[in-house]
């Protein structure tokens, strides 16, 4: 059973700085891609930022130069500081995994449970 655990979420004013946290655990193999999405009150699901397992990096343009994405694989966690927030960026987040449990098995999407970030004054 896989599962992945965020945290660092909560309340902060404009301007200010967060740092999330995932942590993958369970019966892990192998993992690939790891990454952030968001959902704000009313949209679709986004992308945010992404994080390969040979290092390359993607954002969504407008956490360029805000956000970083960063990775251990040794304990298979990944990392969303974001900076500068702004109202813009209220949602819950979710961390997303791709993930081949055992040597056999393809790989295939992980979430967690999402973990609200709200920028307010």
């Known amino acids: 059973q896989v599962q992945l655990v965020e945290s660092g979420g909560g309340l902060v004013q404009p301007g200010g700085s967060l740092r999330l946290s995932c942590a993958a655990s369970?019966?892990?193999?192998?993992?690939?891609?790891m990454g952030w999405f968001r959902q704000a009150p009313g949209k679709q699901r986004e992308l945010v930022a992404t994080?390969?397992?040979?290092?390359?990096?993607n954002y969504v343009d407008s956490v360029k130069g805000r956000f970083t994405i960063s990775r251990n694989n040794a304990k298979n966690t990944t990392y969303l500081q974001m900076n500068s927030l702004k109202s813009e960026d209220t949602a819950v987040y979710y961390c997303?995994?791709?993930?081949?449990?055992?040597?056999?098995?393809?790989?295939?999407?992980?979430w967690g449970q999402g973990t609200q970030v709200t920028v307010s004054s």
């Open positions: 369970g019966s892990i193999f192998s993992i690939a891609t």
């Open positions: 994080f390969t397992y040979g290092g390359r990096t």
């Open positions: 997303n995994a791709q993930i081949a449990p055992n040597i056999k098995d393809l790989y295939r999407d992980y």
